[in-house]
């Protein structure tokens, strides 16, 4: 099969997944349920460091913060992958004769657009509010990278999404633990200094680290080059999710066509 | 009765032991503990340990309450089982308010889990130094609790998009009742809000009693809990039983 079939295939997943959304949330469910609740997470995160009183706390918790909720909505993907087991429709994929990466990859992408638009709305919306507003015009540039940060969690949770796709029962608890180890350890409440050493290198390799390394600079008015090698470095380790991801679904069907296992997770 | 009630805790407390998902909420808390005492201590102020480890405690008996107790006539329900609970004699309220109770009970175990992790992982050891009003107050919330989730439930019932609700009563919550931070940080317009909100009186209580000062007019604390914990129980009393008489009066116990 070629990119052209893959990317046939993608587009028509995304349609699915988008379908999905919708019927999930109406715009007014989406955004008082929904929104609300990501912005009162964020605000709950930057009154703690206002009450914690030491300067630049609560400017370090609104970033990080900010951009730590699209992971909230990415990692939604772990559910929908999960769902197409539990739907019965998992079977069926593994039958067809085109490739699966490209279905689940754009199944669940619909969260990749609601965690940019969340991420984004958070920094331009509750940043002005709480006095920390982004410097404009340049702040703007923080859109393609929450979008790029999004993409690179994306593939992460692809990645969890395809292991726990054998252990459906486990979904909520693996999307869970996965969302606040990155909550923890990739600079969103406290900087990566904070961690010993080996933790420090072993966090290079996740997502979100380095997206949100790229927004903190370019909100505190550093050098392009600095934005860019923090950006760069965020693709590549999004690309690498990527190909984990990849891999774990093939092997995943393999294993389940050879052993029989394709309706049943053990 | 009281044999119902408490053949209904044991059947909840088994649901609860098969179905270890449903426990995610009390996953959460240690992990959100953390992250929590992570930002106190890289400030340096490892003296708002005791502040971190109520209030997440506080966010893990809310969790579990809305997501637990105010799911349980969906799930009997969506397991076929709701009609034959109803038509039985034991009253219908009573079994669901024992089973309730005994999730909101199970939900407190997040003092414990979020006061393990602040000891374990952080070295912090939380001293509570007015331990009689801590207890009542806990006890106070534990019935206020079980009214707001009651009124959960019946509501609940009358929504497809539970997870959407369930979602949206977390985090807004947790802002409003100053379940780590106090209201006084919140804008004055919505101080209101947050008296009406039971968790509020609750968590300034707790947060007192982990300092060595003295506590301000506990009674009204105490009294604010008990008096919006039961107004919670009466609005769900009454929105269940509304609920259920529109129920049979349509036919749709099995499905609305």
Redesign the interface.
Known sequence: MGPATNLRIFRFAFRSAIADWRTMYTPTTWAIGWLGRILCQVSFFVLIGRYIGVPGTARFLMIGNSVFVLVQSVLFAIFTTCGERLAGTYPLLICAPGPLFPVFAGRSAQWVLDGTLCSTVSVFLLGPLFGFAPPMPSGLLVVPIVFLTACSVYGFGLAVGGVVLRLVHMRALAASITLFLLMLFTGVQVPAAFWPAPVRMLIQGLPLTHGLRAVRSLLAGESGGHVLGAALAESAVGVAWFAVAAGIFHLGAQRARRDGTVDFGS | MLTVVWAEAALQLRVLRRTP?RM?PL??VP??T???L????????AD?AG?AVVGTAIIGIWGFAIYIAGDIIESERWLGTLEGVITTPAPFVVTLLARIATVTAVSFASIAESAFVADVFFGVHPAVHHKLLFTLTLACTWLAMTGTALTMSGLFVLTR?IG??Q??L???F??LSGA???IS??PGWLHPLSRIVFLSWSADLLRACMTSGGVADPAKGIIAILVLGVAGAGFGLWSTSVILRRMYRLGTIGHL
């Open positions: 998902d995610l996953v959460v992990l959100l953390a992250a929590i992570t930002i106190t201590q890289n400030a340096g102020r708002l502040t998009a959407t609700y979602n949206a977390t985090y807004p947790y802002v780590v931070t106090p940080l919140l």
